[in-house]
């Protein structure tokens, strides 16, 4: 068997490595190879600054002898597709790893492709990584391809390792890609099918349609050959969903991926507030130690101790939708916050760019106030130390003081995740918490028959 990871392929100007993935399984499909699973979809960091979109990277994984000549065909020909299929030259670097696994356990890659959905890895890790295991894993063929500045390489072995870890959670996307001549035209997906579908496969996918903005959520806006990827945990469902959209224009073709798409992978780390490192994602958790301050934009950002680990300020975009929410903490709260961090300049420090917010107990937050009256009214002071008297009855007392009175919390206790339109790839959305990861499905011909119109 051949893992073939790919990445970095395309540019803002367009193409896409899921698309160079369609044409390479397309091949494969046609030329009698079988693959071993559905194609993976990796998204890795969000906060990698020098990502394309959503930092996605695929690895197919093919069944091919590669003790016979055929090995080096497929390999052959998967090289000159990615040469002559991506944006060399436009900004992208692209990066190729060819794993021929015979059954070793390749527990470095996996440990490189875990680090990868959280940390920033380098092109010389990703290759120390491959020299590794060449030298100590027997049998393990390892070869990579790098164009351009070889960055691609890092994000080619992510997915590698990915797809040959056994995932505790993953989902599905089916993409449908357009025709070349469409590329760069209006996307003409009708609205209300996008609903109905929605609708129509509730709980099993997910992030179609933003109900509050009145927004698609299927269709991306770039010059890229996606049309639209519908996402969720099962399979056939996906395929269902693909019929019951109505598109104006003829397609590509479209192709199923598993993936880590919708499940919160990048934020399984805790950060270690004390030496927070620059574009890391992962969670805090700690006490709210200022007040929430809005600024302008809506934004809102406060500070979060976290347990004598330091002291971190968190940062809430409006575009989030959860700014509102960030506003009415206070301070002595108790939060999980997730999030990517920011890297510091010479005025800023360091900043969590929240992306989920756990509220695990909530303060008492009183406030004083001057002591009722007898007579039910409130007593008014009499000046510095001179006590307190009722301007109704007439009422006077000295040694009396301010009392404590609660103030109502309209905070709940739980969770609060972005608006859908600020999901990333990787953010595991509310219908998901319930549903259990399905059991994926292995057949070829099934899915063979499903690549095709
Ligand atoms: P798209 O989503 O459209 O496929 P993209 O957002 O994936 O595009 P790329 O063009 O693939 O963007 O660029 C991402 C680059 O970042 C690649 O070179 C990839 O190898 C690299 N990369 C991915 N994850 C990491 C990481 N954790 N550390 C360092 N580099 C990374």
């Not at 993953?170 to 579908?197: K, N, Q, W």
């Not at 050959?225 to 590509?252: Q, T």
């Not at 009422?395 to 995740?417: I, N």
Request: net charge neutral.
């Amino acid at each position: 068997m051949l893992l073939i990871g790919i990445d970095d392929t395309d540019s803002r100007q367009g193409r896409c490595t899921t698309h160079l993935a369609y044409r390479i399984v397309d091949f494969l499909f046609s030329n009698g190879y079988d693959l071993e699973e559905y194609p993976f979809l990796a998204r890795l960091n969000p906060n990698i600054p020098w990502k394309t979109r959503g930092n996605g990277a695929v690895c197919i994984k093919v069944d091919v002898d590669m003790t016979s000549r055929e090995g080096e065909h497929v390999m052959q020909v998967v090289k000159d597709m990615v040469a002559s299929n991506s944006m060399l030259g436009y900004g992208a670097n692209p990066g190729i790893v060819f794993l021929d696994r015979c059954n070793n356990n390749i527990e470095p890659i996996i440990k490189f492709a875990r680090d990868a959905l959280w940390r920033v890895m380098s092109l010389k890790s990703a290759q120390r990584v491959m020299e590794e295991c060449k030298e100590y894993y027997d049998g393990v063929s390892i070869e990579y391809i790098a164009m351009g500045n070889g960055q691609g390489i890092v994000g080619a072995l992510a997915a590698v390792g990915l797809a040959s870890l056994r995932l505790e959670d993953y989902t599905f996307e089916v993409i449908a890609y357009r025709r070349h001549e469409m590329c760069g035209m209006p996307r003409l997906i009708d609205e209300t099918s996008v609903i109905a579908m929605d609708k129509a496969t509730h709980p099993y996918t997910f992030n179609n349609y933003d109900y509050k903005h009145a927004r698609v959520l299927i269709a991306p806006h770039g010059p890229d050959p996606v049309l639209f990827g519908v996402r969720g945990d099962d399979p056939s469902m996906l395929i269902d969903a693909l019929s019951m959209l109505k598109v104006h224009e003829p397609l590509e073709g479209h192709l199923l991926f598993r993936s880590n798409q919708g499940t919160d992978a990048h934020l399984a780390n805790m950060l270690d507030a004390s030496n927070l490192k620059a574009y890391t994602s992962g969670y805090l958790y700690g006490t709210v130690a200022s007040e929430p301050v809005a600024i302008e934009g809506g934004h809102t950002f406060f500070a979060l101790e976290c347990d004598g680990r330091g002291r971190v300020l968190c940062a809430v975009y409006e575009p989030t939708g959860l700014s509102p929410i960030a506003q009415m903490l206070s301070i002595g709260d108790i939060l999980e916050v997730g999030g990517g961090v920011r890297k510091g300049t010479s005025k800023h420090p360091k900043v969590l760019n929240v992306e989920y917010i756990r509220v695990v107990d909530l303060a008492r937050k009183v406030r004083y106030m001057n002591p009722l009256c007898m007579c039910g009214k409130r007593l008014k002071s009499e000046g510095k130390g001179k006590g307190y008297g009722c301007k109704y009855c007439g009422y006077r007392v000295k040694d009396a003081e301010k009392v404590g009175v609660d103030v109502p919390r309209h905070l709940g206790l739980g969770l609060y995740l972005p608006d859908l339109k600020a999901h990333r790839h990787l953010t595991k959305p509310l219908k998901r918490y319930s549903i259990k990861p399905g059991s994926m499905r292995l057949d070829i011909d099934w899915f063979k028959r499903y690549m095709y119109y």
